[in-house]
């Protein structure tokens, strides 16, 4: 080793939405190339690997100059990062370089593992395990009860889309997935008086497989032999694998009666035009047959009535409050 030679500090950080022992390639050769290893904390969930790999970890939070001193004539210190990334011994060190008194070692940020996309995801769940466990009201809920916060969220979510606003589009999309996740911890408990029992229990993890298996098998052309060159030839494929899949008697079936009546009676349609059956409206008097038949004509010409209805609707409460604006001026 070259005495002058300042050395190496290497802070290394790691995930816990990785396993521990999953390192990436560098990181184990820079351990394994460490003349000293160092980790403040003794509960840290990378200690028993790292030490069945035959590395000498020593506990301790080094100061800066402590830092610097084991590094000195060529040595290589690696700290393996707490959760906090070791700011008390970051902080000590940009200090120490800032102030030109000494020649510092290299300095080194080395990310031993990488979160995956959706690693978050692990996080929310583990928060919901927590809230529905201490927290008087969430422990307290059922299905039946969180019902009606699903439709409010759901509403909300398609006012963000049709608003344009991405911030609160981003908001709202975390607002209807915490009801999946929420949803999915009480079904995992199976608790009688959500009309379960520990037999029908299932969790986020048993909901995720299965529509990762449905996606699968309604895109044969992704993930099988067919072939489609066009969303029409999509939309084929989707509807043929779900016929197989629910061996329905009726268009009807699946149909939820409970969603606004506009949606309700453009699903129906849809349905009837897409079976290519010839089902003549229903004739008789009042407004609802008279929406019925527009909302058919509506779903033909690919539009949402709903949607539509919604628009026309904030046209007319912008209408609102530009009279009552002018009403307030004097005008």
């Not at 030109?100 to 395990?129: F, H, K, N, T």
């Not at 309604?218 to 084929?236: L, Q, S, W």
């Not at 949607?307 to 004097?330: F, M, P, Q, V």
């Amino acid at each position: 080793m070259n005495a002058t030679d300042p050395g190496r500090i290497v802070l290394l950080t790691t995930s816990h939405r990785v396993a521990p022992g999953l390192l990436s390639w560098p990181a184990w050769q820079a351990l394994h190339a460490a003349d000293r290893v160092l980790c403040a904390d003794g509960a840290h969930p990378q200690l028993p690997y790292l030490r069945e790999a035959g590395l000498t970890v020593d506990e301790a939070a080094p100061t800066a100059e402590e830092a610097v001193d084991a590094a000195a004539g060529g040595r290589t210190l690696v700290v393996v990062a707490t959760g906090e990334g070791e700011p008390r011994l970051t902080d000590g060190l940009a200090r120490l370089a800032g102030s030109g008194r000494i020649r510092m070692p290299d300095l080194e940020l080395l990310p031993a593992s990488y979160d995956l996309p959706g690693a978050r995801l692990l996080d929310l769940v583990q928060v919901m395990d927590r809230i529905r466990a201490e927290c008087p009201w969430s422990s307290q809920q059922t299905h039946k009860g969180l019902a009606k916060y699903g439709l409010e969220e759901m509403y909300e979510l398609v006012e963000a889309i049709e608003e344009g606003d991405r911030d609160e589009l981003r908001e709202e999309l975390g607002d209807v997935l915490l009801q999946v996740v929420f949803h999915a911890r009480i079904a995992e408990e199976g608790r009688p008086e959500d009309g379960g029992d520990s037999s029908g229990a299932f969790s986020i993890d048993d909901v995720a497989g299965g529509i990762v298996a449905k996606l699968v098998r309604r895109h044969p052309h992704v993930f099988g032999d067919e072939t489609a060159e066009t969303p029409e030839e999509v939309k084929a494929h989707w509807l043929r694998t779900k016929a197989e899949e629910k061996q329905r008697t009726s268009v009807t079936e699946g149909v939820p009666l409970g969603q606004p009546g506009l949606a309700l009676a453009a699903k129906l349609s849809s349905r009837v035009r897409t079976a290519g059956l010839d089902v003549p409206l229903p004739r008789g008097e009042g407004v609802g047959y008279r929406l019925l038949a527009v909302a058919a004509e509506a779903e033909a010409e690919g539009v949402d009535p709903e949607a539509a209805l919604r628009a026309a609707a904030r046209a007319y409460r912008d209408a609102i409050r530009a009279t009552e604006e002018s009403a307030r001026r004097g005008e």
